[in-house]
């Protein structure tokens, strides 16, 4: 940018001297906001990596709760079906189920 900024000059082009000046010290401030970046991340890490601990333990809790409700449901299912059921049938005798059930809350 500076090269720029002379070359303008050299034109006869009035630079403003803010100008001059944000272009002088661009790269200090630019250095400074990398250094303050660095600091945060470094800062940040330790929460970081508590935090994608804390997530993984409680993914594994859910799929563990996930898999226990689906055993206990095979074994206690409130109908039953062959052993090689149709999907709509099932969906089908899930919907009628519910609907029964709907019909008993409502009366």
Request: net charge neutral; glycine share 2%; with cysteine.
């Amino acid at each position: 940018w500076q090269a720029t900024i002379t070359l303008l000059q050299g034109y006869g082009v009035d630079v403003p001297t803010s100008c001059v000046q944000h272009v002088q010290t661009a790269s200090k401030i630019w250095n400074v906001l990398k250094k303050r970046m660095y600091q945060c991340r470094t800062m940040l890490e330790d929460t970081c990596t508590r935090e994608q601990t804390r997530l993984r333990k409680d993914s594994a809790d859910f799929v563990a709760k996930a898999n226990a409700f689906r055993t206990w449901f095979k074994m206690n299912m409130p109908f039953a079906l062959d052993a090689n059921p149709e999907p709509d049938l099932a969906y089908s005798a899930i919907d009628t189920q519910r609907l029964m059930q709907i019909a008993h809350d409502g009366e």
